[in-house]
C-alpha cells in the first residue's frame, strides 16, 4: 500500500501532459482519457481511505530519503478523507463540462484538470511544509487557466484580480516559510512539530511571528474576512463547472490550518492560543458578512458565492474551537458544504445558460426549458446551505452547536445568520423561478436552449449527484460522524503523525551511511553483519580487512556528516 499513496499525484501528473501533446485536436479523446482518470482517483481514494481507516498514519519516502531531509508524503484519516471529497467532485465536474459541452469553449480544459487534480491531491497528501506550497502553486497556476476557460472581458478582469491576491498570498508564504525554517531549522512538519515543542519560551517570538503569517496565508487560501474579497467576483465568473472546483479550494486553506495548528502549533504548545484568538474573531465575522453578502446579493451566482463565505466562516467557528467534538463537527460541516456549493455552482450555471440574455440577475424573466427541474433542485440545494432540515446542512449545524453549548454569542450568530440566509435564498428562488410564472412573453421573446451543450441529461445527472451526496451523508450521518470522530481524535494525538514520519529515520540514516561509507558497498557489508551475527557479536574474528577499523568506529567517525546530515540510502 505504500506505493499507492503517490499514486494521486502520479496520476494526473502523467495523463495531463498526454493530453495537451497526444490528445489536443481530439475532444472525444480527451474526455474519454479524463473520465477514465478521475475514475482511476476515485477508486484509488476509497482504496486508501480504508487504509488509513485501518491503522496509524503510512507514509511514502520519496528516493527513499529518510526525514526529515527527504520529501514525505502521508497518509492519515483527513488527508484521505479530502482525497476522496476531492476524487467526487473531480469526476462529477467533468461529467458536467461534458455534458454542459463547456470543454469544448476553450482549449485544455482535461489537461487543466489534471494538473488542477495534481495540485490539490499533492497539497493533500505532502508532509512538507515548503512542499506544501509548491503544490499550492501549482494548483493555483492551473486554476488561473481554468478560470478564464471560454474568454470574456468580466471573466479576465475577475481573473486577474484572483491572480493578484494568490500571488500576494504565495509572496506572504514565502516569508512565513523563510522565517519559520531561520529559527527551526526544518520544514518538515513532524520535524517541526518536535522542533517547535522543543524549544525554549525566550526563544519563540519568531517562530510564534511565522505562525502568524502561516495563518494569513491560510486565511487568504479559506476566503476568511477580511480576506475573503477576491472570492465573490471569482466565484461568479468563473465558468459554471470551474466555480463548482473551486468549492474545494477553500477547503484547501481549511485544510492547512486544522492540519498546522493541530499537528505543529497546537494550543497547548509554545505559541498558546494565537490561532484560537485570531481564528475565532475572524469566523464571527466571515459568518456574518457571508450570509448578509446572501441577502445583499444581486444575481444567483453571488448568493452562492456568499453563502460559500459563510459556510467557510461556519465552519471555522468549529475549527477555532481546537476541541475533538468541535472538530468532528467541522469535518462534517465541509463534507457537506463542498457537495452542496458544488451542487449550487452548477445549477446557477444550468439556469444561466438557459436563461439567455436575462442571466442570472434577479429580474423578471419568462419560463426556461427544465424550469421546474431547476427550481426543484435550486430548493433542495438552499435548504441544504441555510441549513434547515432535514439535510446535511442542519445535522452539521446542530453538531456544531452541541460541541459549542454555553458559548451562547456562538449559537446566536449561527441562528441569526441563518436565518438570514434563508430569507436570502427565498428572495433568490421567488425571483428567479416563482416569478416567472407571472411573466408573458411572446415566441421569439423566450429564452434560447442551451446553445452547446453535448448531453445536457448528463449535465442534470451530475448535479444531482452532488445533491445525492447530501441526502447520503444525512441518511449515513452517524456512521460518519463515528469515522469523523476517529479521524479528530488521530488529529489530536499529533505523536501519531510524527512516529510514523520520523521513528526509525535515523537509525535507517545512519545504517545507510554506513553502507555508502563502506569502500566495498553493501554487500560486504551485509555479509560481516552476518558474519557478527554468526560469532554472538565479535567483528574481530568475522572482520576480513583485519586493519581496517571496527565498524561501529567508523561510524563514530562519520557519524556527525553522515548519519546526521546525509539521509539517502541510496548515497
Same mark, same amino acid.
Do not use: C
Given at each position: ?31 474519454? $482519457?479524463?473520465? %477514465?482518470?478521475?475514475?482511476?482517483? !476515485?477508486? &484509488?481514494? @476509497? #482504496? *486508501?481511505?480504508?487504509?488509513? /481507516? ?25 488527508? $484521505?478523507?479530502? %482525497?476522496?471529497?476531492?476524487?467526487? !467532485?473531480? &469526476?462529477? @465536474? #467533468? *461529467?458536467?463540462?461534458?455534458? /454542459? ?471
Amino acid at each position: 500500500m505504500e506505493h499507492w499513496i503517490i499514486a494521486p499525484v502520479l496520476i494526473p501528473a502523467m495523463l495531463a501532459p498526454l493530453i495537451v501533446l497526444w490528445m489536443r485536436y481530439d475532444l472525444v479523446t480527451q474526455r474519454v $482519457a479524463s473520465i %477514465l482518470g478521475m475514475s482511476a482517483l !476515485l477508486v &484509488l481514494a @476509497i #482504496v *486508501l481511505m480504508v487504509s488509513a /481507516s485501518m491503522g496509524p498514519p503510512e507514509v511514502y519516502r520519496l528516493g527513499n530519503w529518510e526525514p526529515p531531509y527527504g520529501i514525505v508524503l502521508v497518509l492519515d484519516r483527513l488527508s $484521505a478523507l479530502m %482525497l476522496l471529497l476531492t476524487s467526487i !467532485l473531480g &469526476l462529477v @465536474i #467533468v *461529467l458536467y463540462a461534458i455534458g /454542459s459541452g463547456w470543454d469544448k469553449r476553450g482549449w485544455h480544459f482535461h489537461s487543466l484538470m489534471q494538473f488542477q487534480m495534481m495540485g490539490i491531491n499533492g497539497a493533500f497528501l505532502t508532509g512538507d511544509a515548503f512542499n506544501l506550497f509548491v503544490f499550492f502553486e501549482v494548483l493555483l497556476i492551473a486554476s488561473y487557466g481554468l478560470m478564464i476557460h471560454g474568454g470574456g472581458r468580466a471573466r479576465l478582469k475577475s481573473g486577474v484580480q484572483y491572480v493578484v491576491y494568490n500571488l500576494a498570498g504565495s509572496t506572504l508564504f514565502l516569508f512565513a516559510l523563510g522565517t519559520i525554517y531561520a529559527t527551526a531549522g526544518t520544514l518538515n512538519m513532524a520535524d517541526l512539530a518536535v522542533k517547535v515543542a522543543e524549544m525554549p519560551s525566550e526563544q519563540t517570538a519568531l517562530i510564534k511571528v511565522g505562525a502568524a503569517l502561516l495563518m494569513l496565508v491560510f486565511a487568504v487560501k479559506a476566503a476568511l474576512v477580511p480576506l475573503q474579497f477576491w472570492l465573490p467576483a471569482t466565484y461568479t465568473n468563473a465558468p459554471g463547472p470551474v466555480a463548482a472546483l473551486f468549492a474545494i479550494m477553500t477547503k484547501v486553506g481549511t485544510y492547512a490550518i486544522v492540519r498546522v495548528y493541530t499537528l505543529i502549533f497546537p494550543i497547548t504548545g509554545t505559541i498558546g492560543t494565537l490561532a484560537h484568538d485570531i481564528l475565532l474573531p475572524s469566523a464571527f465575522l466571515t459568518i456574518a458578512i457571508g450570509m448578509i453578502g446572501i441577502l445583499g446579493a444581486r444575481d444567483m451566482g453571488r448568493t452562492v458565492a456568499y453563502a460559500v463565505i459563510g459556510s467557510v466562516g461556519t465552519m471555522m467557528l468549529a475549527f477555532a474551537q481546537f476541541t475533538q467534538g468541535a472538530t468532528t463537527a467541522g469535518l462534517y460541516y465541509m463534507i457537506h458544504s463542498t457537495l452542496i456549493a458544488g451542487a449550487m455552482f452548477l445549477i446557477a450555471d444550468l439556469v444561466r445558460e438557459r436563461r439567455g440574455r436575462w442571466g442570472l440577475g434577479f429580474t423578471d424573466a419568462p419560463l426556461m426549458k427544465n424550469h421546474g427541474l431547476m427550481a426543484g433542485m435550486f430548493f433542495m440545494g438552499a435548504i441544504a446551505m441555510a441549513g434547515m432540515p432535514p439535510l446535511s446542512g442542519f445535522l452539521g449545524k446542530l453538531m456544531i452547536l452541541d460541541a459549542t453549548r454555553g458559548q451562547w454569542a456562538l449559537w446566536a450568530t449561527v441562528l441569526v445568520t441563518s436565518l438570514i440566509a434563508i430569507v436570502g435564498y427565498a428572495r433568490a428562488g421567488s425571483q428567479v423561478f416563482w416569478r416567472s410564472y407571472a411573466v408573458e412573453a411572446e415566441e421569439d421573446d423566450l429564452p434560447p436552449a442551451p446553445k452547446d451543450a453535448s448531453s445536457p441529461g448528463l449535465a442534470f445527472t451530475a448535479t444531482g449527484i452532488l445533491l445525492a451526496g447530501s441526502v447520503a451523508l444525512t441518511a449515513l450521518a452517524g456512521p460518519a460522524s463515528t469515522w469523523l470522530q476517529g479521524t479528530s481524535a488521530q488529529l489530536f494525538t499529533p505523536s501519531q503523525y510524527i512516529d510514523a514520519v520520523l521513528a526509525g529515520a535515523e537509525e535507517r540514516a545512519q545504517e545507510a551511511a554506513r553502507i555508502g561509507a563502506h569502500e566495498h558497498g553493501h554487500m560486504e557489508v551485509s555479509e560481516e553483519m552476518q558474519a557478527e551475527d554468526a560469532h554472538g557479536g565479535d567483528t574481530s574474528a568475522a572482520d576480513p580487512h583485519a586493519d581496517a577499523p571496527p565498524a561501529d568506529q567508523a561510524d563514530t567517525h562519520t557519524g556527525t556528516e553522515t548519519g546526521q546530515d546525509a539521509p539517502a540510502a541510496a548515497h
